[in-house]
């Protein structure tokens, strides 16, 4: 659901991990919204990679669980910070210390009606994977 009005102020999206104790509140929307195939994103999904909404780093604000996220650094890619009791991930692209950073759309508590612009890294699509008949554009890099 995008960034609520609320008389005049935008209200903030909120997300939580899978266990709740890490919490936050995403300013939006998003400056975009990507599927993104890369190998690490596939291994830390455990899936066909992640769907993220891209957004300043100061719009996303940790409310509760601070303590419990974990970032790791992959020696190819952007950092991802996730909850350290249950792994959900939570943020990528080297969230907090870079200028733009992403939010996993799963961990959003409420749906976003922003959809998703394009895939990304389509290249590291394997051969028993099959995207979706979405018609969204598909690039092997990012754009």
């Known amino acids: 659901?995008?960034?609520?009005?609320?008389?005049?102020?935008?209200?903030?999206?909120?997300?939580?991990?899978?266990?709740?104790?890490?919490?936050?509140?995403?300013?939006?929307?998003?400056?975009?919204?990507?599927?993104?195939?890369?190998?690490?994103?596939?291994?830390?999904?455990?899936?066909?990679?992640?769907?993220?909404?891209?957004?300043?780093?100061?719009?996303?604000?940790?409310t509760a669980g601070e303590e419990l996220l974990r970032t790791f650094q992959p020696d190819e890619g952007s950092a991802k910070t996730f909850c350290s009791v249950c792994g959900a991930n939570l943020f990528g692209a080297g969230w907090p210390e870079t200028e733009v950073s992403v939010v996993r759309l799963p961990a959003l508590d409420e749906g976003l009606e922003q959809v998703p612009e394009a895939h990304i890294f389509v290249r590291s699509v394997a051969s028993w994977e099959t995207l979706p008949a979405d018609e969204l554009p598909r690039f092997d890099e990012r754009p």
């Open 1 to 62: 659901m995008p960034a609520r009005n609320t008389g005049g102020r935008v209200a903030a999206m909120e997300g939580s991990c899978l266990c709740g104790g890490g919490r936050f509140e995403v300013g939006g929307p998003f400056e975009a919204v990507v599927h993104c195939h890369c190998a690490s994103c596939k291994k830390l999904s455990g899936g066909a990679g992640t769907t993220s909404g891209r957004i300043a780093t100061a719009a996303i604000r940790v």
